[in-house]
Nanobody, 115 residues
Framework: QVQLVESGGGLVQPGGSLRLSCAAS????????MGWYRQAPGKQRELVAR???????TYADSVKDRFSISRDNAKNTVYLQINSLKPEDTAVYYC?????????WGQGTQVTVSS
């Protein structure tokens, strides 16, 4: 079955950096697009970055100069490098893929930006 397991979140000061990882299994990772979403308290879940099977990337306008999504097909892992963190980046970050018409999500990893 499809499994997505995120890691790498934590508490960081404004201006800091984190690298989130999502280990995927149960499907042919290399041929599927992957995405990172986030959900802040009281807000809807939003797409922050997406990477296609060929490596094409797209970003939300609010993060495009600070976030970088990448993938390692040999490790079945997608990454999200987050730089210049701001308090408004505080959220649970989720890994996402769509397989056979169904949405799959990881359990999420908490990112908290606070001094």
């Amino acid at each position: 079955q499809v499994q997505l397991v995120e890691s790498g979140g934590g508490l960081v000061q404004p201006g800091g950096s984190l690298r989130l990882s999502c280990a995927a299994s149960g499907f042919m990772f290399s041929i599927k697009a992957m995405g990172w979403y986030r959900q802040a308290p009281g807000k809807q879940r939003e797409l922050v970055a997406r990477i296609g099977s060929g490596g094409t990337t797209t970003y939300a306008d609010s993060v495009k100069d600070r976030f970088s999504i990448s993938r390692d097909n040999a490790k079945n892992t997608v990454y999200l490098q987050i730089n210049s963190l701001k308090p408004e980046d505080t959220a649970v970050y989720y890994c996402y893929t769509n397989q056979w018409g169904s949405d799959y999500w990881g359990q999420g990893t908490q990112v908290t930006v606070s001094s």
